[in-house]
């Protein structure tokens, strides 16, 4: 089956959606990706098994330790109120793509996330991040490296954060993420979960 956005484009003027989406609208949304990344390749011949090379084994990973002698990254969590404008000030009109593929990723890496809303996290080092606000045990399963482990609700976030983030920068106009991906991977470095985020992601 091949699957087009010709239907299903977004406007780019659509606010972010500050925190809370359905497990039935993250489902859409992923479809709406999947068909969009098709239709930028040319629409031409069946989708891929396995569309996001960033899903498999050995995809982009900073190299080195950029964090030697620097002070640790610390975060700040956004009020509710400002959920919005923090989102915006990072990726701008772009903003609503990056939370609905954050919801989307976690929704494919994760049998226990079931929708719902979402806490939003500044970094000291100007980086950003996404967590599910519900605080119970998410299990990630990454079929691409063969991790099957268990995270709290901010490791689980962090993950699909830098999945999102790393899917989307492989569009030219999404470029700019690469630096924000780097950011976070510095700060999951420092955490207290990084074994595990960093093995998910290897």
Request: aromatic share 14%; net charge neutral.
């Amino acid at each position: 089956m091949q699957l087009r956005a010709f239907a299903y484009s977004l406007p780019q003027s659509q606010p972010p959606l500050a925190g809370v989406l359905s497990r039935k609208q993250t489902r859409g949304v992923f479809i709406f990706s999947l068909g969009y990344a098709h239709h930028q390749a040319g629409g031409k011949g069946p989708l891929s098994a396995n569309p996001f090379p960033q899903l498999e084994k050995g995809w982009a990973t900073p190299k080195g330790d950029s964090n030697v002698g620097s002070e640790k990254i610390s975060k700040m969590k956004v009020e509710e109120g400002r959920m919005t404008e923090a989102i915006t000030s990072y990726f701008g009109f772009k903003a609503h793509l990056v939370e609905i593929n954050t919801y989307a990723m976690l929704d494919m890496l994760s049998p226990d996330y079931h929708g719902g809303s979402w806490n939003f996290y500044k970094l000291s080092n100007g980086g950003f991040y996404m967590t599910p606000s519900e605080k119970k045990p998410y299990r990630i399963r990454c079929n691409g490296n063969e991790y099957d482990g268990t995270m709290t609700s901010d490791a689980a976030g962090i993950t699909a954060c830098l999945f999102a983030l790393s899917h989307l920068s492989f569009e030219p106009r999404f470029n700019f993420l690469v630096e924000f991906y780097g950011k976070l991977y510095e700060f999951a470095c420092e955490h207290e979960e990084s074994e595990a985020i960093l093995a998910a992601i290897d």
